[in-house]
């Protein structure tokens, strides 16, 4: 990692964002054509794409840039625009491979990074388009971690909660258990909460038990699962997903003889 | 069916001095007649209910004309003289801050506000609970004040977090808009909250005064392109615990 780092990222990481910015401005005075090469070195990550925004947007050398580059810069002046987060980025609308490809590297690459704002807004954005327009289940670990991160954080995770449970998936929801015995009690109980374990795991004792019951409930009823579409939005404590009562009732008195199969 | 004390109200009057066009008086006659039972302790208590519910239309109502804004949880704003923007996007009433005058402030400088629709539905809930109680001990009842949808709320009204189906949608209830196919660009539009108001008609912050109908055309609006699926009013809805807070009442 520490090897294909370009040069602009050790600037940043070891020197700190202020030198960063400092570094890349005199680079753009001395060669706009050098200042450009060093954003389009391939290693080059999200972060410091988003750092140098607003030295790179004025200039003529944005026309050097790359079109991974010209894309992302295009995208962020978009969102930045948007005061309100009603806006809508038109590139981001229609599926294109050239931008799943791109929001693919700034997440990839970006999701680590403590931002501000308009910084999370944006990351926010690209994970939700992912997850949802593109259907990138690789986008799901980014996505969890990112929940646990800014809850730990006291960052909202309202709309990066909704397109993590959108797949409608039930390894989704094995996946999310894991936190269920997590060692930090406060990633135990958001997990808790998203999976609205309070009725499932009533009486267990410890995070692993409520764990295991909560595998065991699974396993019992996934063929009867369906998934409400419920949110944050809706209800303090959505139920993200139901057990089909009739149909498992049905199911066991036919499985029981009781019942002619339909 | 109203029931009060397990016994069915006789007659159709209205209990107090309500009109049979008022908020109350609507909601009453439409508890009479619905196949549903609605049962009190007490007539104090029913007149309490009808009362807020009053309060709560009233409430949106003035939120709907005060101006203020809408945005996302990451881009909302409040008057830093009385409140604290946590880093979620909530409002935290400041220390020392009066709770009372804190709210009214929403309301009488709503440019200096920008929140989204789930929160605006709490700042209705306190104005209309400062109305029904009044100052004094509002401030003595809700010396935390912490807006944010549903995420974090008041033990006493944690009740509108948790929606459920109803066999009535009376005047003062909050409702729900579901949008399914909703444009991942714009999530905060995957459903609105709406108080349900006279004549037809559904405050949801954001959105504005609006029928159903233009409801689900504006959230149609804010889908992908491919969509399939139209957005819808869910049969659930909010209600704080009446009773619970009658108990508090003068």
Redesign the interface.
């Known amino acids: 990692m520490q090897e294909n780092q370009s040069y602009l990222e050790r600037v940043r990481i070891h020197e700190g964002n202020t030198r960063c910015m400092e570094f890349f401005e005199q680079a753009c005075v001395q060669s706009q054509r050098r200042a450009a090469a060093m954003i389009n070195d391939e290693d080059l990550t999200f972060p410091t794409l988003y750092l140098l925004y607003s030295s790179i947007r004025p200039r003529q050398l944005f026309l050097n840039l790359n079109q991974r580059n010209q894309q992302m810069i295009h995208i962020l002046t978009e969102l930045k625009k948007d ?4 806006g ?2 038109s590139i ?3 599926k294109q491979l050239i931008t799943h490809s791109n929001l693919k590297w700034a997440v990839k690459t970006g999701y680590q990074f403590d931002g501000n ?1 308009n910084y ?2 944006a990351i ?2 690209f994970i ?2 992912l ?3 593109y259907r990138d289940k690789e986008m799901l670990p980014y996505a969890e971690h990112l929940i646990f991160a800014r809850h730990r ?7 990066l909660v ?2 993590y449970f959108h797949h409608r998936d039930i390894r989704v929801l094995k996946q999310m258990a894991e936190h269920l015995q997590s060692n930090d009690s406060r990633e135990a109980e958001l997990a808790a909460k998203l999976l609205d374990t309070e009725r499932i795991c009533r009486g267990c004792e410890n995070a692993q038990s409520g764990y295991t019951t909560y595998l065991k409930w699974l396993e019992e009823n996934e063929p009867y699962l369906f998934f409400t ?1 419920e ?7 959505p139920t993200i997903c139901k057990v089909d009562q009739e149909r498992k009732y049905r199911q066991r008195n036919v499985r029981a003889g009781t019942e002619e199969p339909e | 069916m109203i029931l009060i004390a397990n016994k069915p109200i006789s007659d159709a009057s209205l209990p107090g001095s309500f009109t049979a066009n008022s908020v109350e008086g609507q909601v009453f006659n439409a508890m009479r007649v619905s196949t549903a039972q609605y049962a009190y302790d007490s007539i104090q208590q029913l007149i309490f209910e009808l009362r807020l519910r009053r309060e709560i239309v009233n409430a949106a109502d003035l939120l709907y004309r005060s101006g203020l ?7 909302t704003i409040c008057n830093e003289v009385y409140w604290d923007r ?4 909530g409002f935290q009433l400041k220390s020392g801050a009066n709770p009372a005058q804190a709210i009214r402030d929403i309301y009488e400088n709503g440019s200096q506000y ?1 929140t ?3 929160t605006a539905m709490m700042i209705v809930y306190y104005k209309a609970l400062l109305e029904t109680y009044g100052e004094s001990q509002f401030n003595s009842m809700f010396k935390n004040i912490y807006l944010m ?3 974090i ?1 008041d033990p006493l009204l ?1 009740a509108v ?3 459920k189906p109803a066999a009535d949608k009376l005047l003062g209830d909050r409702g ?1 808009f ?1 949008n ?1 196919d909703v ?6 539009w ?2 609105e ?1 709406v108080i349900i108001m006279p004549g037809g008609l559904y405050y949801g912050h ?1 959105l504005g005064m609006l029928p159903a109908d233009q409801i689900i055309e504006d959230l149609n609006e804010n889908r ?2 491919d969509a399939t699926v139209s957005a819808y009013m ?1 049969d659930s809805v909010g209600r704080p615990d009446f009773k619970l807070l009658a108990k508090y009442a003068q």
């Open positions: 005061k309100t987060g009603n809508k980025v981001l609308a229609k704002t999370d807004f926010d954005t939700c388009v997850l949802i327009t954080d006291g960052k909202g995770i309202h709309d909704w397109a579409g949110n944050m939005f809706f209800s303090r404590r | 804004n809408f945005a996302v949880f990451l881009r946590t880093r979620n996007g920008a989204e629709c789930a949808n549903w995420y709320t944690q977090g948790t929606p729900y579901a399914p444009d991942p660009q714009t999530p905060q995957q459903g909250n954001g992908v392109d869910t």
